[in-house]
């Protein structure tokens, strides 16, 4: 067990609905990661919020959002959704911001978009 | 796009062997990390190597990084039916890690 909890395990939707994935990440980690996984793209890093602020961006759509909460609770916000948006989706939390604090991961929603 | 390229793809040993895999990166690093994901579920750290290391041990676990070559290898020693996952490397830079595109490795008991 890692520490880090996502919510919910599971999820099926319809296309063009919008889902809410939630994750807490370990007692005293400032750094929140999302990771989506498909079998086509890999492992691909969405977004980090450090203690609130957003800091780092990578494949994240226009359609995707996310934000970390004053709890350092995250959320990641997935609309208009399509059906190449299913997909696992992790998050990932950290003591700081380096690449050289190692990262824990989530068990991950898994998302089915029908 | 993927920073690192794991290969190989796939790898199938009997348990109590070594098992190999190498992954190429395309950028220069400050470190190079190397994760476990079993099927389905999160991934978990496994060792972080420094641009200045050369090699570094953690229990049967065995990395070494040639930054000239810009390449890793991660070897798994006495193989155990455990050990059955999809390993990757990740590099960044920072904040993010990127990831490579993972080696599966079987063991067969």
């Known amino acids: 067990d890692s520490g880090v909890t996502q919510t919910p395990k599971h999820l099926i939707t319809a296309t063009g609905q919008r889902v809410t994935l939630r994750c807490s990440p370990r007692?005293?980690?400032?750094?929140v990661y999302w990771y989506q996984q498909s079998l086509d793209q890999g492992l691909q890093f969405l977004i980090q919020?450090?203690?609130?602020?957003?800091?780092a961006k990578g494949n994240i759509l226009e359609r995707f959002s996310a934000q970390q909460f004053p709890d350092l609770h995250s959320e990641l916000n997935l609309s208009s959704l399509e059906l190449g948006d299913s997909a696992l989706y992790f998050c990932?939390?950290?003591?700081?911001?380096?690449?050289?604090?190692?990262?824990?991961f989530g068990p991950g929603t898994r998302l089915t978009v029908t | 796009s993927q920073q690192g390229e794991e290969d190989p793809q796939a790898l199938s040993i009997q348990e109590g062997e070594n098992a190999t895999m190498n992954c190429s990166y395309k950028?220069?690093?400050?470190?190079l990390q190397w994760y476990r994901q079993n099927s389905g579920r999160g991934l978990v750290h496994l060792i972080l190597?420094?641009?200045?290391?050369r090699e570094k041990h953690s229990g049967r676990l065995r990395v070494t990084l040639d930054t000239s070559k810009k390449s890793s290898s991660l070897l798994i020693t006495a193989s155990r039916a455990a050990d059955t996952a999809s390993y990757f490397c990740?590099?960044?830079?920072?904040?993010?890690?990127?990831f490579g595109t993972g080696t599966r490795l079987t063991i067969i008991p």
């Open positions: 919020y450090y203690n609130g602020e957003e800091r």
């Open positions: 190597i420094r641009s200045n290391e």
């Open positions: 007692s005293g980690d400032l750094s």
């Open positions: 990740a590099t960044g830079p920072a904040p993010k890690l990127t």
């Open positions: 990932a939390s950290s003591r700081g911001q380096a690449t050289y604090y190692e990262q824990y």
């Open positions: 950028t220069s690093i400050n470190n």
